[in-house]
Nanobody, 121 residues
Framework: QVSLVESGGGLVQAGGSLRLSCAGSGSSLSTYIMGWFRQVPGKEREFVSRLMFTGPYYSESVKGRFTISRDNAKNTVYLEMNSLKPEDTAVYYC????????????????WGQGTQVTVSS
């Protein structure tokens, strides 16, 4: 069992940067595949990035601008977001996966409560 708490969201101007943090408790995040997702009201949750044991993966919409990383000593996963655009505005969620698949998709067993990111134009 793991609990996840996101932080670091806020209001930023277009072109600015934010770093989101996802702090884990109850279990070491180093044993999980960690992911970041985002959701806008009225739209489906969107994959942003995940950190596999083999390396990071990014959606095309954030590739080159966002960087996912983890600090095992702090049991925290980060999402560094640069060159932010208004279309990046969303609630951002981190999630942890044991590496199992359901319906051909990676299953995430644990989710944080989300942190709001708002990018003004």
């Amino acid at each position: 069992q793991v609990s996840l708490v996101e932080s670091g969201g806020g209001l930023v101007q277009a072109g600015g940067s934010l770093r989101l943090s996802c702090a884990g408790s109850g279990s070491s995040l180093s044993t999980y595949i960690m992911g970041w997702f985002r959701q806008v009201p009225g739209k489906e949750r969107e994959f942003v990035s995940r950190l596999m044991f083999t390396g990071p993966y990014y959606s095309e919409s954030v590739k080159g601008r966002f960087t996912i990383s983890r600090d095992n000593a702090k049991n925290t996963v980060y999402l560094e977001m640069n060159s932010l655009k208004p279309e990046d505005t969303a609630v951002y969620y981190c999630a942890a996966s044991r590496g199992t698949y359901s319906g051909g998709r990676l299953k995430y067993e644990y989710w944080g409560q989300g942190t709001q990111v708002t990018v003004s134009s």
